[in-house]
């Protein structure tokens, strides 16, 4: 038995936790949260990359020698250099919060289709290999094009239409444009 919310309650919770953090905190975004995990790995690695200067009035100000690191004002790197901030802790909590719903009885999936769903079996094949390569190849192109977009699609979709931002409807726009038809491709069934 599914025990599943349905599209309109799932639909109208995710909308009001929108609203809230978007009214306590800021909007809602992930992609960045990668750039952030990997300026402190290579922080760590070469600390040189970070740099923060605290000005005679007390001001502080941070960048790096690497130009996509530096973007924002070196905001990038003052965020890596605290990973207890708000964006990561929200990514982390998403991971959490999927563990814990599974746990507190959330819909489950047969044992089967745990690692390749049926529809994929239907349309690629059933090996598991093939799924995880599909499935990280996807990931790395949804990733890139979030970073070349300068935000993910909660950031600009959710986020971004919530707010009634041009951008925002213009990446959901593109992502559907894209998206449908890709998927008529790949899933013929």
Not at 77 to 90: C, I, M, P
Request: glycine share 12%.
């Amino acid at each position: 038995m599914n025990k599943s919310w349905g599209w309109l309650k799932s639909g109208i919770i995710l909308g009001m936790s929108f609203l809230i953090a978007v009214a306590l905190v800021k909007p809602i975004g992930v992609s960045t949260q990668y750039v952030i995990a990997d300026c402190y790995i290579f922080c760590q690695l070469k600390p040189e990359l970070a740099q923060v200067d605290t000005s005679p009035d007390g001001k502080t100000s941070y960048s790096s020698s690497n130009a996509y690191l530096d973007k924002s004002n070196g905001k990038y790197v003052k965020s890596s250099l605290n990973l207890a901030n708000y964006g990561f802790v929200f990514v982390m909590s998403m991971f959490a919060g999927g563990f814990l719903a599974s746990k507190l009885g959330g819909p489950k999936v047969d044992k089967e289709e745990s690692w390749v769903p049926y529809v994929w079996q239907e349309n690629i094949g059933s090996s598991g290999m093939k799924r995880m390569i599909g499935a990280f190849v996807s990931g790395f192109f949804i990733l890139f094009g979030a970073r070349l977009a300068g935000g993910c699609t909660s950031g600009h979709m959710m986020s971004g239409m919530m707010q009634t931002s041009l951008s925002g409807y213009l990446f959901a726009a593109g992502v559907f444009v894209i998206a449908v038809p890709l998927a008529i491709i790949i899933f013929k069934r």
